[in-house]
């Protein structure tokens, strides 16, 4: 399944500047479409196409996963409360003192699989921002499932040395146990933050142009990576930060997609594969017991040719025994002189036994072998009825239809 990862453009902070330009105002009110940078990957290990696009001209996939620039999230860890539903009024109002905008307009993110009374770190970012993207990505068909930092606070310090935009000075992006931060490369305060006794080593890794500098500046090689590159990292980390009232709202065919969608995700692999297993052990089983079945029938088809081939050694052909069996049966029952069920005599004596004694003998009576039709002008529901039962009760059926009473074995119509 194909994966978009889709860089949302970093927000733009200059609030005078953009007061004191209306003409980039104007042009969001004219609707302009925005662009965004975006990369294909397949198999998630590597990037199979990237570029940049309005989101109308976006290229089609499987997953769509929006990555937030690291300028755009910042970092708190704190004890969560015991608030269930009402958990993001309960974080606005636990981090109030230490925010610089107003709650209302901030967005919360919790650290995967955390709950109240964990202590856990808590993503901030605008939501007014958040939601004109989505609410122009949906506009344009594209649905985003997630929405990423680029960066965590992780027990594995990483260390990424870029060139931020518009400057010309190389700038560290530091995330470990302790959170994450942006630090300039120049002076000595940025190795004294980073030297971390006990800590495991820090991966680091270089966009191209900053690679020779950073090595350089570590004294050893670096992993050199694109910003494509880079975000392939979020495919299989656990942060989502769509969550309280950005939290995905589907239905019908779009909810059982998600709900596909999150089952391909790495988390979810025992479940695929226990899903997978559950499904072959079935198929196994009732391919099993259909062989078994198949079996049981060849025995039983088996048995009855040789019954009737032992029985009747005339008989040479086998085509269906049971039929077959039947008229050997019914040929030496006439020529012993017997009476059968299906013979006038017998369908006469069931008749005879269970006749009301309150009706008169039948006026007119009609035989063919195996069924007797009887006159039965003026019988009453009731007197058909239990007529019917008394037969019944001796192995007969009875169909009473226009003044007329069919007697014939039950089950003779199973049997021809």
Known sequence: MSTLLLFLPPRNRLRAAERATPAASDMARAGTAREYDWALTADGRQIDREGRSAATALPAAGTVIAVVAESDVSWRQLVLPHAGRQMRAALAGRLEESLLDEPDSLHFALAPDSSGGDTAWVAIASRPWLMSHLAELDAAQVFVDRIAPLS??????????????????????????????????????????????????????????????????????????????????????????????????????????LFARTLMHNPWKPVRIGLLLLIAVEVLGLNYRAWHLQREISARRDSQRSTLTSAFPQVRAVLDAPVQMQKQLDLLRTSAGAVGDADLEALLGAAATAWPADRPPADALAFEPGRLTLAAPGWTPPQIDNFRSQLQSDGWQLDASDGKLTLSRAAAQGRR
């Open 152 to 257: 965590w606070p992780d027990e594995v310090p990483r260390g990424h040395v870029f060139e931020p935009h518009g400057s010309d000075e190389l700038a560290l992006r530091w995330s470990h146990a302790g959170g994450v931060a942006t630090l300039p490369l120049q002076g000595s305060l940025t190795r004294q933050l980073i030297a971390t006794e006990g800590a495991p080593a820090p991966q680091w890794t270089a966009t191209p142009s900053a690679a020779t500098a950073a090595e350089r500046w570590l004294g050893h090689a670096v992993s050199v990576q694109t910003p494509a590159q880079r975000a392939l990292a979020v495919i299989d980390n656990g942060w989502d930060l769509r969550q309280f009232e950005l939290a995905p709202r589907a239905r019908g065919v779009r909810a059982l997609r």
